[in-house]
C-alpha cells in the first residue's frame, strides 16, 4: 500500500541495456576489430528516474524487463542509487530490451542492434494494475515511445496527477500531437516544437509564438530547448529564455535526460519556473561534462556548486 504521507513522483518507460563496441582504428566489416566493449543502463525514462533519485527525489519507476541477467543488473543498479523499480514488469523467459552498437575510430557508428521486442508486453490492464500508483503520484513522467498506452493513460487518469512530457523524437511525437493539452509540463526541443505547432519555431518571436500556443492548449508549463541558444520558459505568468554561458561539451547524450529530472526536483521543492529551469539546464551542463550519459556522481551538492559558480544569461 502506498503510503500518501511520502510524496513521489512516478516514470514510465523503457529500461535498455546498452552495450558499445569502440574500434581502436581503422574499422574492418567482416572481421573482427581490436577495440573495447562498454555496456550501461539506458532508456530516456529510466535515465531521468535514475538522475531524479540521485537528488533525493522519491523515484518510482514502472518499466519492463527480462528474467534475464541484463534485467537483474538493471533491477540490482536501481537498488544502490535508490531508485524505486518493485512496481515494474519482470518477464520469465523475456529478453531485457537490449541495444548493442559498433563504433568506429571516430566514434561514428558502423551498424546496431536493437531488441525492443517486450516492451510491446506493457497492455492497458497492466497499467490499471499500477492505478493507485499513478493516482498517488505528484507527477508522471512520461515519453511519447507507445503512443497507445500514452493516450490509454492521459484518458483514463486525467486529473488523477500532473504529467510530464518527454517527447523523444520529432517523429515519435508527430503521433501525440493531438495529446499534448492534456500535459501539465512539456518541453520539446525545436523540431518537436515545430512538429506539435505546425508552423516554424526559428526566431525568439516564434518561440515566443509556440509558448503561447501551447499554453492556449491548456499546458501549464513550456519549457523549449533551444540548443546553444538556452532554453524559454513559460508559465503564463513569467516567460523568458535562460542560457548558461561557456558550456563544456564531451557528450551530449543525456542532457535532455537529466534536464527533465531538474524539472522534476524543481516541482518536488515548489521552485520558482525560472529557478526550476535553472536547475535543470545545471544538470545538464553537468551531465555534458562527462563522457557517460549519466555523470557518475550527480547529486544535489553537484548540481548547486555549479548554481553558485555560474552568470546567467538572460532575456
Known amino acids: 500500500m502506498i503510503n500518501k504521507n511520502e510524496p513521489y513522483i512516478l516514470v514510465l518507460g523503457a529500461s535498455v541495456y546498452d552495450i558499445f563496441g569502440f574500434t581502436y582504428n581503422n574499422y574492418k566489416s567482416h572481421d573482427s576489430n581490436p577495440g573495447c566493449v562498454k555496456v550501461s543502463f539506458g532508456g530516456v525514462c529510466r535515465n531521468i528516474a535514475e538522475n531524479m533519485a540521485k537528488l533525493g527525489i522519491n523515484t518510482k519507476l514502472i518499466s519492463i524487463v527480462g528474467d534475464d541477467e541484463k534485467g537483474n543488473s538493471i533491477l540490482k543498479h536501481a537498488e544502490t542509487v535508490g531508485l524505486d523499480m518493485t512496481e515494474s514488469l519482470v518477464l520469465p523467459g523475456e529478453s531485457t530490451p537490449t541495444y548493442m552498437a559498433i563504433l568506429n575510430e571516430n566514434g561514428e557508428m558502423e551498424s546496431a542492434i536493437v531488441d525492443m521486442n517486450i516492451t510491446d508486453k506493457i497492455t492497458k490492464e497492466f497499467i490499471d494494475s499500477k492505478a493507485e500508483i499513478i493516482k498517488n503520484a505528484e507527477y508522471m513522467v512520461l515519453d511519447s515511445d507507445n ?109 535532455g535526460d537529466s534536464c527533465v529530472a531538474g524539472l522534476g526536483y524543481g516541482y518536488m521543492n515548489n521552485l520558482s519556473i525560472k529557478d526550476t529551469l535553472k536547475y535543470a539546464i545545471a544538470m545538464s551542463v553537468v551531465t555534458i561534462s562527462h563522457e557517460d550519459t549519466i555523470y557518475p556522481e550527480m547529486c544535489c551538492e553537484v548540481v548547486e556548486q555549479f548554481l553558485s559558480e555560474i552568470e546567467w544569461i538572460e532575456k
Request: aromatic share 10%; with cysteine.
Open 147 to 255: 503512443p497507445a498506452i500514452l493516450e490509454y493513460i492521459l484518458t483514463k487518469y486525467e486529473g488523477c496527477t500532473k504529467f510530464i512530457l518527454d517527447p523523444v523524437s520529432a517523429a515519435k511525437v508527430q503521433k501525440v500531437k493531438h495529446l499534448i493539452s492534456r500535459f501539465h509540463t512539456i518541453k520539446p526541443n525545436r523540431h518537436e516544437a515545430e512538429c506539435l505547432c505546425g508552423f516554424k519555431v526559428e526566431t525568439h518571436e516564434d518561440v515566443k509564438k509556440a509558448g503561447r500556443y501551447f499554453l492556449e492548449l491548456g499546458v501549464k508549463h513550456v519549457f523549449i530547448s533551444l540548443d546553444a541558444e538556452g532554453m524559454y520558459y513559460n508559465d503564463g505568468i513569467d516567460e523568458g529564455i535562460i542560457k548558461a554561458p561557456n558550456v563544456h561539451v564531451v557528450n551530449v547524450t543525456g542532457a
